[in-house]
T-cell receptor
Framework: KAGVTQTPRYLIKTRGQQVTLSCSPI?????VSWYQQTPGQGLQFLFE???????NKGNFPGRFSGRQFSNSRSEMNVSTLELGDSALYLCASSLGHDFYFGPGTRLTVT | GEDVEQSLFLSVREGDSSVINCTYT??????LYWYKQEPGAGLQLLTY?????DMKQDQRLTVLLNKKDKHLSLRIADTQTGDSAIYFC???????????FGGGTRLMVKP
């Protein structure tokens, strides 16, 4: 069974731009959650989607948004990028209480 | 402050046992997890324990949970150089399908 895939793996953007990251969960997993990892703040929860609905949301500004499609694939979008948005963005796929993470997307904002 | 706390660094010799500790504060935690992260990679799920258990063993890994003290530990037997990585503990609370992570413990294994 294929693992969690994330695209792209690396991105370089300029302040003020917007970016869309994609996550494909393990087949059959309907929950997808997103995390931001930075050296200063560690791993922080962004949001979780289940059956195309956002179920939980972390403490991030409205510039961070996401969605989930009927095939469970999820995207997250960050608008008006700031330097502090530079991070590794990880998505996790779960069926019950197991959470499996993808390799992440490394976003650099210059 | 963090709800889940870990020591920053642990150094052991190859072949020794490693014990990585974690404390958490929320008594409603249902599952507790250990993840491994190697440089440039995502998080690899190593093992997890349900909160009504006090021990779980999986090959070289042993997880101990002291719910009264809210203390979780991961023991790696016969530690190898390939075990060098950052280890994160995480809790899943009763409400919400999301994880709260500790800051990570960097394990260095010396040959």
């Amino acid at each position: 069974k294929a693992g969690v895939t994330q695209t792209p793996r690396y991105l370089i953007k300029t302040r003020g731009q917007q970016v869309t990251l994609s996550c494909s969960p393990i087949s059959g997993h309907r929950s997808v959650s997103w995390y931001q990892q930075t050296p200063g703040q560690g791993l922080q929860f962004l949001f979780e989607y289940f059956s195309e609905t956002q179920r939980n949301k972390g403490n991030f500004p409205g510039r961070f948004s996401g969605r989930q499609f009927s095939n469970s694939r999820s995207e997250m979008n960050v608008s008006t990028l700031e330097l502090g948005d530079s991070a590794l963005y990880l998505c996790a796929s779960s069926l019950g209480h197991d959470f499996y993470f993808g390799p992440g997307t490394r976003l650099t904002v210059t | 402050g963090e709800d889940v706390e870990q020591s920053l660094f642990l150094s052991v010799r190859e072949g020794d046992s490693s014990v990585i500790n974690c404390t958490y504060t929320d008594s409603s935690s249902t599952y507790l997890y250990w993840y491994k992260q190697e440089p440039g990679a995502g998080l690899q799920l190593l093992t997890y324990i349900f909160s009504n258990m006090d021990m779980k063993q999986d090959q070289r890994l042993t997880v101990l949970l002291n719910k009264k003290d809210k203390h979780l530990s991961l023991r790696i037997a016969d530690t190898q150089t390939g075990d060098s990585a950052i280890y994160f503990c995480a809790e899943r609370r009763d409400a919400g399908n999301m994880l709260t992570f500790g800051g990570g413990t960097r394990l260095m294994v010396k040959p």
